[in-house]
């Protein structure tokens, strides 16, 4: 079956404790990118990657960084989580940055105290 | 600054009403107005794709227009049942800055009662 998949998809962790989130996907899709998505803002693009090696900042990239060594996977890691950083995120990938349709994970609720 | 605006933020209807959902929008230049649903607690699924070329497309019992001239596009659901229930998001995309940008509203969320 086609998908993509996040892991873990409920974390709660403290302050200062680093974390990685997982996102891989079966589809040998180029183009990945992590979202975050908070109570009445639409989903906003945190990091994204056309294809390996290759990944550029989003809209609001601070506090994370991403990696890119295998087409498949694209974690999220999150060097000293902070309480902002509390929040749903989502990973997608598509055939290409341009491409019509883009295959969302099931998401990931962070907390951090 | 582009931005995309949906309404009505909330939404409650009975089991096989039919209801609109609207977004506007002010991305510029325009490629593509795709709307997602999305169940509590699952990623946005893909329900329809329109190019700036296309006044219409429907899914099911779901139909969007678009009306690229006034930067409006609703998303009609014909005959709603329970499993409507969920959060429609509207993302318009587009070359900003020498960049693809996906540009997402903040969600209709949809209760459909029985």
């Known amino acids: 079956e086609a998908q993509v998949t996040q892991n873990p998809r409920y974390l709660i962790t403290v302050t200062g404790k680093k974390l990685t989130v997982t996102c891989s996907q079966n589809?040998?899709?180029?183009?990945m990118s992590w979202y975050r998505q908070d109570p009445g803002l639409g989903l906003r693009q945190i990091y994204y990657?056309?294809?390996?090696?290759?990944?550029d900042k989003g809209d609001v990239p601070e506090g994370y960084k991403v990696s890119r060594k295998e087409k498949r996977n694209f974690p999220l890691i999150l060097e000293s989580p902070s309480p902002n950083q509390t929040s749903l995120y989502f990973c997608a990938s598509s055939p290409q940055q341009s491409s019509y349709e883009q295959y969302f994970g099931p998401g990931t609720r962070l907390t951090v105290t | 600054k582009n931005q995309v605006e949906q309404s009505p933020q909330s939404l409650i209807i009975l089991e096989g009403k039919n209801c609109t959902l609207q977004?506007?929008?002010?991305?510029?230049?325009?490629?593509?107005l795709r709307w997602y649903k999305q169940d509590t607690g699952r990623g946005p699924v893909s329900l329809t794709i329109?190019?700036?070329?296309?006044n219409t497309k429907s899914n099911g019992r779901y139909t969007a227009t678009l009306d690229a001239d006034t930067k409006q596009s609703s998303l009609h659901i014909t005959a709603s049942q329970l499993s409507d229930s969920a959060s429609y998001i509207c993302v318009v995309s587009g070359w900003m800055d020498s960049s693809y940008k996906l540009i997402f509203g903040s969600g209709t969320r949809l209760l459909v009662r029985p």
């Open positions: 589809m040998n899709h180029e183009y």
């Open positions: 990657s056309m294809n390996v090696e290759v990944t």
């Open positions: 329109m190019t700036f070329s296309e």
């Open positions: 977004c506007n929008y002010t991305v510029s230049p325009f490629s593509n």
